[in-house]
């Protein structure tokens, strides 16, 4: 029987031989994600003998000496040590502590204009004992009007190290800082003034500058919010939109719209293909003496990059450039371009260099998507065979169908929320958006330069009114977007183990990862939601209704660690409890504490230490909510106060007497 299996598994590797170079980036993938589960940086003896097999198998490869069984272990240890160079080698010390500077000197590198401050992003900090690269600010306070992006600014702050996650699942924003190279965040307690006006920009420098100058244009002749969507539609600026309206977007499931991705890369590529080869066939001469398909090739794929560095090289705009490039280089090389390939290319590229993408939402659910609708183009050809304009809406509705199914394991994970009206919200916004607001949008920054913008202004507002009005509507089927409680990291793996080989895999075998696939959603929605949360502000328990409840009334139920929470136990909100007749939480009149009973274990919130003595051999576990000398007497066991401070926040789950205490590993390089 094993032998049968050991032959069957030969004869599909066999069959899949020309087609396991598209598992590349996943094995790249996997070497990255196991550096960022490791609860501590790994020692440098590892490190080392990492690199010493990865070049074992480099000889191995290249000598072709069992290079089936070298390559994926060669690509796996790629993965690990490309993030571990990136992290130990490119990247800058964290700040430790709260600090307040004085008269310090920066380069700007970005401005972001909201309607009550500035975002800004400033580098190269002077005057400030500490080893920054740096740092991200809000500015509430007056900014000489002369100051642009690249120059030398003076000014004083309060700036915070970047913000831990708040729990295993919500996104940890030291991390993505660290790899961002921004060391710290706060904000302005003075005016900004002009300390130097650099003459010398470097390159991004002068395309931030672009996108400025594009914003500026826009701001000129559209109303505030139609020149901000544009914004977000063609230079990837969102930080304009009110937050109702892009609350209304994401609910509205149109969200994709405004991440620069192949829908505004591929058209700018191939409007500029199209333009310059019609232009180019006027002259006879060219046209008889060279192959202007092959120019206006390299055309695109130059107007390509341009607008990439233009929208912020965002890793779905990054992911489109490579995808068109790989078709318009095959076009240069005359070789029919393979979809599959080119995605494993962009892939592969982004992991080499940004690994950290990996576990980015966006690059998970844009490649997700592309991934899944190039795998089930051939099913889509087949059931489409009528006519142009109904072709085009069913392509419309297939293909956000398919992209929605294909990213609905990611959106649950990273947001907690899913979208069904979003389905048919895209039949309408995409149309909108691809004829009418990005072409326009095109004519408008082209017809500025000649100051004629005016005469396109009132027409583009029509089409930008009617899509905020589509997601408005959308956004109040409030039946219709679902709210998941949190799914376990092991879960989304068993997932994407399952739709990868669904849609990599040839041959009637891969229908079976629609049974992993199954088996990880399985594990998902089994995943039970810690019982209390507790940090140095506050504690949140989980009563009989499944639904968590604030243990402090004075708490606020919207600030940022609230609604993670809220979020991931499927709720909107938090619950402010009512401290009399609870199923599971009995407080004390007094305030001395509060006894918490979910039948399967007891656990005290303890305020005052009497209380602590009083209950101490009834319960399970002790929480010290309070500053005060813990009794010891008490020898149940229990979270100290100090530890709370220090180490918080804790998630505790209580099952059948057996209390399970996690916190958050504070042990990696972004962290210290």
């Not at 290079?67 to 992290?87: C, D, E, M, Q």
């Not at 959603?521 to 507790?534: E, K, N, R, S």
């Amino acid at each position: 029987m094993i032998s049968n299996f050991i032959s069957f598994l030969y004869r599909q590797l066999e069959s899949n031989r020309n087609t396991l170079v598209l598992w590349i980036p996943v094995l790249q993938g996997v070497g990255i994600i196991i550096y960022f589960s490791l609860a501590k940086e790994p020692q440098i003896y590892i490190v080392v003998s990492i690199i010493f097999v990865l070049l074992i198998s480099l000889v191995s490869i290249v000598f072709k000496k069992s290079h089936f069984l070298f390559l994926p272990i060669f690509y796996v240890l790629l993965g690990f040590i490309t993030v571990y160079i990136k992290a130990h080698c490119f990247s800058y010390n964290v700040l430790s502590t709260k600090i307040y500077g004085k008269d310090i000197v920066g380069i700007v590198k970005e401005i972001s204009s909201k309607q009550s401050h500035k975002k800004v992003v400033i580098c190269n900090v002077e005057n400030i004992k500490y080893h920054i690269k740096c740092i991200r600010l809000i500015s509430r306070t007056q900014w000489d009007s002369n100051i642009e992006v690249g120059d030398r600014v003076l000014f004083s702050a309060v700036i915070y190290p970047p913000q831990t996650a708040v729990s295993p699942f919500s996104y940890d924003f030291s991390r993505i800082s660290y790899f961002k190279k921004i060391n710290g965040v706060g904000f302005t307690v003075s005016d900004v003034e002009l300390f130097e006006k650099r003459k010398n920009k470097n390159i991004l420098e002068y395309v931030e500058l672009i996108r400025l100058r594009i914003y500026d244009l826009l701001l000129k002749n559209l109303t505030g919010e139609s020149a901000n969507i544009v914004s977000a539609l063609l230079i990837g600026k969102k930080d304009g939109i009110s937050n109702d309206v892009m609350d209304n977007i994401r609910n509205a499931g149109i969200a994709h719209l405004f991440a620069i991705s192949g829908l505004h890369l591929s058209f700018i590529a191939g409007l500029f293909f199209s333009l310059s080869r019609n232009l180019l066939v006027l002259s006879r001469s060219i046209a008889e003496s060279y192959d202007i398909k092959k120019i206006s090739a390299v055309i695109a794929i130059v107007v390509s990059l341009i607008y990439l560095l233009i929208a912020g090289m965002p890793v779905s705009a990054q992911r489109a450039f490579i995808m068109t490039s790989y078709v318009f280089v095959s076009i240069l090389i005359d070789r029919r371009h393979n979809n599959f390939r080119s995605i494993t290319l962009a892939a592969f590229v982004i992991l080499l260099f940004y690994p950290e993408a990996v576990l980015n939402p966006s690059f998970q659910m844009s490649f997700a998507a592309v991934l899944a609708l190039i795998a089930s183009c051939d099913i889509f050809t087949k059931l489409i065979v009528m006519g142009s304009v109904f072709q085009y809406f069913s392509s419309i509705v297939f293909s956000s169908f398919i992209a929605g199914l294909a990213t609905l394991p990611y959106v649950i994970y990273h947001f907690n929320s899913f979208s069904v009206v979003g389905i048919f919200a895209n039949v309408l916004a995409i149309p909108i958006t691809t004829f009418f607001i990005i072409p326009l949008s095109l004519l408008y920054v082209v017809l500025s330069l000649f100051g004629l913008e005016s005469y396109v202004s009132y027409i583009l507002e029509s089409p930008i009114k009617l899509l905020l009005y589509i997601s408005n509507c959308a956004s109040k089927m409030n039946s219709l977007i679902l709210s998941f409680h949190a799914f376990s990291p092991a879960s989304i793996l068993v997932i994407t183990l399952g739709f990868l080989f669904l849609c990599l895999w040839h041959g009637n075998v891969r229908f079976l990862g629609f049974i992993v696939i199954g088996c990880g959603f399985f594990l998902g929605f089994q995943y039970v939601t810690p019982d209390i949360l507790v940090n140095v502000n506050n504690i949140v328990v989980k009563e009989s209704d499944r639904q968590l409840y604030l243990v402090n009334k004075k708490a606020h139920v919207t600030s940022f660690i609230n609604l993670v929470w809220a979020k991931q136990n499927g709720q909107q909100k938090l619950l402010k409890h009512n401290l009399q007749g609870n199923q599971w939480l009995f407080c004390e009149s007094n305030k001395k504490g509060c006894i918490y009973n979910n039948r399967k274990g007891k656990v005290l919130i303890a305020y005052k230490p009497e209380y602590v003595i009083q209950n101490c051999l009834d319960v399970d576990l002790v929480i010290q909510f309070g500053k005060f000398i813990y009794p010891q007497v008490c020898n149940t066991r229990h979270l100290s106060y100090n530890d709370i401070i220090s180490y918080g926040p804790y998630f505790i789950s209580v099952v059948h007497g057996r209390i399970r205490i996690d916190k958050l590993d504070r042990n990696r390089i972004w962290n210290t």
